[in-house]
């Protein structure tokens, strides 16, 4: 790899998190040189994020933007990377480290059809797992490597170039469902996206910056858009059914039913503008998913896991 062109880059998002953000800076410090480059995109933040950002001693480019624009700040990370690798952090997430660079960069270079790899998300005060959006059993699968339609947007690596060919992150989507909707355009273009059990980053779960009824409006909007611009009508008519009624019961148990009828409310009347960006996935594409949905843990242990935890962690 050439001096002057790093092999990766770790871009780090950010909002409103200065002593998260100066925490992580510190832990990253160690890693940036000529084959590694850190870029912090500040999502407006209106703390002290840009002190932490300027003293920190760590080379970094950092992108500042004029207004909160969700997931389209994590594109300027990724299309302002160099590397032929992205690691994707955001602020409160911690545990990249020299060893997991290496585990990552040999994973990419021994697959040339690796376009994602998503990490084993741990919660720092139990050691338990958290962030689990995979559609099989956590219990099962936790320390394994499986291919996956999912993202886990704020602890993943990317090949550069498979991003440039699909595209990136649906910027209309603001917050939620920007990783399947990525991942199924990755996997309709012949490449793969994986889980891997052997990387893991711990999510500290800091509140700050996120209000608390913004997971049940926009995952519940997104459905809509991802489905209209990506599935087949029958395969796009069940994953609404089951989607919305998941996040309709969530919202019920935790008093947000109003931002749930809003979210449905917007995600229908949105459907005319996204229809544009319609790309229905090709038929062997749909069949590997169907494979991964095959892994689906019952409705019985959905239950247990999730309908007695407060909060909705899709």
Known sequence: MAADKPTVSIAV?????????????AALAPLVGPDVELIVVDNHSEDETQDVIRDCGVALTCIRTDSNIGVTARNLGLRRAAGEIIVCLDDDVFGIDGAALETIVRAFRADARLAAVNFKVLDPWTGGLCNWVHHCEEERFADATFDTYEITEGAVAFRRAALAEAGWYPETFFLSHEGPDLAFRLLDRG?????????????????????????YYY????????????????????????????????????GHLL?????????????????GD???????????IRQMDARRPSLAYMARKRLFRRDMRL
């Open 191 to 215: 490449y793969k996206v994986v889980y891997r059990g052997d990387i893991a980053v711990q999510h500290w779960h800091d509140s700050s910056g996120r209000k608390s009824w913004m997971t």
């Open 259 to 275: 931002h749930w009828l809003r979210a449905v409310r917007d995600g229908v009347a949105g459907l005319g503008d996204v229809w």
């Open 13 to 25: 998002l950010t909002f409103n998190r200065a002593r998260r953000l100066r925490e992580l800076l």
């Open 278 to 288: 319609r790309r229905t996935v090709r038929a062997t594409t749909l069949a590997a």
């Open 219 to 254: 995952d519940t909007r997104n459905q809509y858009w991802l489905a209209a611009r990506n599935l087949p009508a029958g395969y796009a008519l069940r994953y609404l059914v089951r989607g919305q009624l998941s996040t309709c019961v969530y919202a019920l148990r935790d």
